[in-house]
């Protein structure tokens, strides 16, 4: 099995700024793709960013400039720093992984992570 754990959230002032974190462990061999999604109440998950294991990087249009995602391979912990803040970046933040157990792929997610951008 394999638990992704993440860690960061909380409560922010427009224009602020927050990390995310999100620790993969269990029953790896090799993980692939790994990123963040979030969903605001009433709407759709959507991505909103990721970073492959070459660490190429991809961004929702929202957050491009805003947010950074970055991981730390031999840590298998994937981090997402998000300044300037807003308040529609108010959201349950999710942590996403493509990992391989060495006999497959599988997608895992976390448990999600609280945002709140308000004054």
């Known amino acids: 099995q394999v638990q992704l754990v993440e860690s960061g959230g909380g409560l922010v002032q427009p224009g602020g700024s927050l990390g995310l974190s999100c620790a993969t462990s269990g029953s790896i061999f090799s993980i692939n793709r790994m990123g963040w999604y979030r969903q605001a109440p009433g709407k759709e998950r959507e991505l909103v960013a990721f970073?492959?294991?070459?660490?190429?990087?991809n961004y929702a249009d929202s957050v491009k400039g805003r947010f950074t995602i970055s991981r730390d391979s031999p840590k298998n912990t994937v981090y997402l720093q998000m300044n300037s803040l807003k308040p529609e970046d108010t959201a349950v933040y999710y942590c996403n992984a493509m990992v391989s157990n060495g006999l497959r792929w599988d997608a895992y997610w976390g448990q999600g992570t609280h945002v709140t951008v308000s004054s």
């Open positions: 970073i492959t294991s070459g660490g190429t990087t």
